[in-house]
């Protein structure tokens, strides 16, 4: 099969690879499009994987509900720009798409999937998006809530996902409802809180925070020359109040609701709920933000050019 300069040009644009490349690889494959693209990918294969060792700190955190599914994941790229993509966009809806459909253990196993609309896994689809693109690309984490009934956020673009999963019983307002779940998700994305509520916080955590409290209180009543015992009872008493502000901070159900904070999230929950006839809720929830975790790599731009020129 005969090809064209134009076929040339098209296979560049949708590969990224050079022209020389591109026209060889349509000479082997006989001017086949498919099978060019697929005689790059295994030849730049070797080039992705070079990529592979690159810190992605960039990309999107997703969050979707598919057929009564909820998932949010993270998949990452190393620049803000390639994040913006469609290509990459597309690879993250699609990634999400999988998990919902196949709902698999762990990252491992989503990867070995095929790529829906694609006799490609995953993993396949994603080392060509980095033959396309020239960044390195990496599916991070996801998680898949299949029980309940999931609401899901996106903030600013992919900078943060959330998905709240509630249970609810005689609710008959759908559209309230709804709201309130987005509500929700929101003042997760707002207010990051650790937790669900206090029956959550991870005891040794919560040791840690009271050791700290006491002996700063501790410390506070010093200068009141307290006897001893009084000094320590007092700053128990203090340590109480500062256990609450800590809930307050960390849980869910104890924060200020964002948009009335006269009233904690906990009891919105419980006004909205005898608002509508019934009872909600929150079962789980989850906040995955872009590159949290991720330590970013700081270019030192003048010793780049430095090095360009001596």
């Known amino acids: 099969m005969a090809f064209s300069t134009n076929d040339v040009k098209e296979l560049r644009e949708a590969t990224g690879v050079g ?91 989503l990867m070995e999937l095929k790529y829906p609309g694609t006799d490609k896994t995953i993993t396949e689809q994603q080392q060509d998006l980095v033959l396309v693109i020239g960044e390195n690309i990496s599916v991070r984490r996801f998680t898949i809530y299949t029980e309940g009934i999931s609401i899901p956020y996106i903030h600013a673009s992919g900078k943060i996902g959330v998905i709240v999963n509630l249970e609810k019983t005689n609710i008959s ?35 840690k925070e009271k050791e700290i409290q006491l002996n700063k209180a501790i410390e506070e009543n010093k200068a009141k020359n307290l006897p001893e015992d009084k000094a320590r009872q007092i700053a128990e008493s203090m340590v109480k109040g500062r256990i609450n502000k800590f809930y307050e901070e960390i849980c869910l159900l104890n924060q200020p609701f964002v948009k009335e904070n006269k009233v904690t999230v906990g009891k919105h929950i419980e006004q909205t709920a005898k608002d509508l006839g019934g009872e909600i809720k929150v079962i789980a929830f989850t906040r995955y933000e872009k590159g949290e975790g991720i330590e970013k790599k700081e270019d030192d731009f003048a010793a780049e050019v430095a090095s360009m020129i001596s």
């Not at 294969?45 to 999107?60: D, F, N, P, S, V």
């Open 19 to 109: 022209l020389m490349d591109c026209k060889k690889a349509l000479t082997e494959t006989g001017g086949d499009m498919e099978k060019a693209i697929a005689y790059l990918r295994e030849r730049g294969l070797a080039a992705a994987q070079k990529k592979a060792g690159r810190i992605t700190a960039e990309g999107a955190a997703y969050a979707a509900v598919i057929d009564g599914v909820g998932v949010v994941a993270e998949v990452n790229s190393e620049t803000d720009f390639v994040a913006q993509n469609e290509k990459f966009t597309a690879f993250v809806t699609g990634v999400v798409e999988a998990i919902a459909k196949n709902k698999p253990a762990d990252v491992g196993a």
């Open 173 to 207: 307002g759908k559209e309230a409802f709804t709201e309130l779940g987005k509500d929700l998700a929101m003042q997760i994305a707002a207010m990051n809180p650790l937790y669900l509520d206090t029956a959550s916080v991870d005891e040794a955590e919560l040791e």
